[in-house]
């Protein structure tokens, strides 16, 4: 009885241990498994998710080389956040590091971050690093980590750390 509870046990602990994973991936791969789309990050050790309007896209009709992943939460008003990547001049899937006035244009921003932080990135400044795994364009899919700064009108900046995505149309 004791060699079974402990082997249970041990089992159980073993599993959790193999399911955390620094890069998100065990998250990303719960989310592909339920068919769940699935947007989240820590912003200044805090995590945020999106509940609502997450997109992924892959060279979408009329932009033949752009990965567009975003997401939102809260209510749909003037307080809902709003988390938008596009990343242009992409072959497919890769490792994409970006900068404020970057020769592609790629842009990264959070909106309505609160009521002073109204928008941080995109002409504020952002500096972010985008390992994208997956980019498909039928069946659409999109996968990616992430990381990087976010500058804000005041001058704060957001740190994102442990980003996690995953869309499939």
Same mark, same amino acid.
């Given at each position: 009885?004791?060699?079974m509870?402990f082997?249970?046990?041990f089992?159980?602990l073993?599993a959790?241990?193999?399911k955390q994973?620094?890069?998100g991936?065990?998250?990303v791969?719960?989310?592909?498994?339920?068919?769940?789309?699935?947007?989240?990050?820590k912003?200044?050790?805090?995590l945020?998710?999106a509940?609502?309007?997450?997109?992924?896209?892959f060279?979408?009709?009329g932009?033949d080389?752009?990965?567009?992943?975003?997401?939102s939460s809260?209510?749909?008003?003037k #307080?809902?956040?709003? &988390?938008t =990547?596009?990343?242009y001049k992409?072959?497919?899937?890769g490792k994409?590091?970006? *900068?404020q006035g970057?020769?592609a244009?790629s842009v990264?921003?959070?909106?309505?971050?609160?009521?002073e932080e109204?928008l941080c990135? #995109?002409m504020?400044g &952002?500096? =972010?690093?985008?390992?994208?795994t997956?980019a498909?364009?039928?069946?659409t899919? *999109?996968?990616?980590?992430?990381?990087?700064?976010?500058?804000c009108p005041s001058?704060?900046k957001l740190?994102?750390t442990?980003g996690?995505?995953?869309y499939?149309?």
């Amino acid at each position: 009885m004791y060699r079974m509870t402990f082997f249970l046990l041990f089992t159980a602990l073993m599993a959790c241990n193999s399911k955390q994973n620094t890069n998100g991936s065990a998250t990303v791969e719960a989310a592909k498994s339920s068919n769940t789309n699935f947007l989240s990050m820590k912003i200044n050790g805090q995590l945020w998710e999106a509940d609502h309007d997450i997109v992924g896209a892959f060279h979408p009709k009329g932009y033949d080389q752009l990965i567009i992943i975003g997401g939102s939460s809260g209510k749909k008003d003037k #307080s809902e956040k709003s &988390f938008t =990547v596009n990343i242009y001049k992409t072959d497919g899937p890769g490792k994409y590091t970006f *900068v404020q006035g970057n020769p592609a244009l790629s842009v990264a921003q959070m909106g309505n971050w609160s009521e002073e932080e109204y928008l941080c990135g #995109s002409m504020m400044g &952002f500096d =972010v690093s985008f390992d994208v795994t997956k980019a498909t364009k039928n069946p659409t899919v *999109v996968e990616a980590t992430f990381s990087g700064t976010l500058t804000c009108p005041s001058g704060k900046k957001l740190i994102i750390t442990e980003g996690k995505f995953y869309y499939e149309d």
